[in-house]
Structure formats: C-alpha cells, structure tokens
C-alpha cells in the first residue's frame, strides 16, 4: 500500500530552467564575486596598502630573526609583486563571505528545504573554520616554528629569508591549516550523505589519530611543533565533527523520512 507522501507533489516541481539560463545566471555570480574581490583589493591597496601588509605577514618570522636581520628580495620585481600577491589573498579571504553567499545562491534554487538547511550551516560554519585555522597557523605555528629554527641554526648562519620563498611557504601553511580546520565539515557530511555512520567514524578514531600524525609529518616543515600544532587540532575537530553530525542528522531529515520513521497505526 502506498504512503499518503507518494500523492505529495514535488517541492521543486516547475522550477527547471534551461540549460543556457543557468551558464547566465553562473556568469552573474562569478562577476558578482570578482567584483567583490575587486573593491576589498582596491580598498587594501589604499589601507593599509599592499606594504602594510606583507609587514604584517612578515612581522611573526622578522620578530625571531636576529637583531637588524630584514627579508631579502633576489628577484628585481619582487619587492612590488609580492605584496600585490598578498593584498589579492588577503582580499579574496575579505570578500570570502561574498563569494560564498554567490555560490548558496547559485545551487538554492535547486534544493529541497530540508537540504537548505544543511547547506547553509556548512558554508557558514567552512567559512569561519577557514579563517579559524589561518588564524592559528598566523598566531601560534609560524612563531614557534621560527622560533625553533632560530634556536638551533648555527651562529656562522645568518638567517636572511627570500621574500618570495616566504611567501609561497606561508600561503602554503595557511592552505595546510585552513582546509584542516574543515574535518569536522568533512564528517558531517560524510555522515549525513550516509557514506559512513556514527558508530563507524567513532569506530575508526583510532586511525584518524594516526593518520593526523602522519599528514602532518608529510604536509609541514620538519619540526616537532608545526607538526604537533596540526596532528593535535585535527584529532581534536574529528570528535567535534562527530558530535555535529550527530546534531545535524537528527534535525535535518528530509520530511519523508521523518514520516516513514514513524510507526504506523
């Protein structure tokens, strides 16, 4: 015998659109964003300018070098285009908000209410853990791992980084500490999806330990604290996830399953 919900007509009925609609409307919202990009780079460039901040993006490694030690540049360009590079990330993680909202608008229209529910959670809560784990590595990993190096170069070494080799490893730590500050949205979904159940992934804590420790080995510089300062948060966010997955699965059912979970009289 049927359901009653077999008789209930599809919440995106008649909301199609051709395929060319769409390829225009992803056309807007790419501009929107660009544009969004654009006025946060423009509004950096004048304060506080792309000096100020590669200062600032400088100023955790200059503070453990020794004393009147400054970045080198060996390329002729690069004293100009290396800031550059830094107002545009510092720009894109500015309007990052934007550009998130272009994407939520982009595929709402495509999804049930049951999966905006999830949805927007998701992108709000990757956004904040983004900037949550460049914010770590800013404030904690990049001083105590110069510190280290410091610590143990020899004193015939006079320790003059390339601006450019600094800043691609930066932005390289940032990438490292940013999108491992997403496990936790990586279980949820996982979880939600129903590729794995919460008793699996509590299962299977053991080896997201181990396997931390061994990402972080291979991902960051060869020292004990940038290594412990990512294998330790990762295990840490894997038991958050978890306990939001748990959360979100109970309160972002599709209505169906909610019904079909119901006994029957």
């Given at each position: 015998m049927s359901s009653s919900n077999d008789n209930?007509?599809?919440?995106?009925?008649?909301?199609?659109?051709?395929?060319v609609s769409h390829l225009v409307e992803l056309r807007d919202r790419l501009i929107r964003a660009v544009i969004a990009v654009g006025v946060v780079f423009g509004a950096l460039c004048v304060w506080p300018g792309p000096a100020g901040l590669y200062d600032l993006l400088a100023a955790p490694m200059v503070?453990?070098?020794?004393?009147d030690t400054k970045l080198i540049a060996t390329n002729v360009i690069s004293p100009i285009l290396v800031?550059?590079?830094?107002?545009?990330?510092a720009a894109f993680m500015v309007a990052l908000p934007v550009v998130l909202y272009q994407l939520w608008a982009f595929v709402a229209p495509g999804l049930y209410s049951h999966?905006?529910?999830?949805?927007?959670?998701?992108?709000?809560?990757?956004?904040i853990l983004?900037?949550?784990?460049?914010?770590?590595?800013?404030?904690?990993?990049?001083?105590?791992?110069?510190?280290?190096?410091?610590a143990f170069a020899p004193t015939t070494i006079t320790?003059?980084?390339?601006?450019?080799?600094?800043?691609?490893?930066?932005?390289?730590?940032f990438l490292v500490f940013g999108i491992a500050f997403e496990v936790p949205i990586a279980v949820v979904v996982l979880a939600r999806m129903g590729i794995v159940t919460l008793e699996q992934l509590r299962a299977w804590r053991?080896?997201?330990?181990?396997?931390s420790f061994i990402v972080a080995a291979v991902v960051t510089p060869p020292d004990v604290i940038s290594q412990l300062a990512l294998a330790i948060p990762m295990c840490i966010l894997y038991e958050i996830g978890i306990i939001a997955a748990g959360l979100l699965i109970k309160h972002t059912k599709a209505p169906d399953a909610e019904t079909d979970a119901k006994p029957s009289a």
């Amino acid at each position: 015998m049927s359901s009653s919900n077999d008789n209930k007509p599809d919440e995106l009925a008649g909301t199609e659109a051709p395929f060319v609609s769409h390829l225009v409307e992803l056309r807007d919202r790419l501009i929107r964003a660009v544009i969004a990009v654009g006025v946060v780079f423009g509004a950096l460039c004048v304060w506080p300018g792309p000096a100020g901040l590669y200062d600032l993006l400088a100023a955790p490694m200059v503070a453990h070098l020794p004393a009147d030690t400054k970045l080198i540049a060996t390329n002729v360009i690069s004293p100009i285009l290396v800031p550059l590079k830094i107002t545009l990330m510092a720009a894109f993680m500015v309007a990052l908000p934007v550009v998130l909202y272009q994407l939520w608008a982009f595929v709402a229209p495509g999804l049930y209410s049951h999966e905006k529910k999830l949805v927007l959670p998701l992108v709000v809560s990757s956004t904040i853990l983004f900037i949550a784990g460049v914010a770590f590595c800013y404030f904690l990993v990049i001083p105590g791992m110069s510190k280290f190096i410091q610590a143990f170069a020899p004193t015939t070494i006079t320790a003059a980084p390339d601006i450019e080799q600094y800043f691609g490893f930066v932005l390289t730590l940032f990438l490292v500490f940013g999108i491992a500050f997403e496990v936790p949205i990586a279980v949820v979904v996982l979880a939600r999806m129903g590729i794995v159940t919460l008793e699996q992934l509590r299962a299977w804590r053991g080896y997201f330990i181990v396997a931390s420790f061994i990402v972080a080995a291979v991902v960051t510089p060869p020292d004990v604290i940038s290594q412990l300062a990512l294998a330790i948060p990762m295990c840490i966010l894997y038991e958050i996830g978890i306990i939001a997955a748990g959360l979100l699965i109970k309160h972002t059912k599709a209505p169906d399953a909610e019904t079909d979970a119901k006994p029957s009289a």
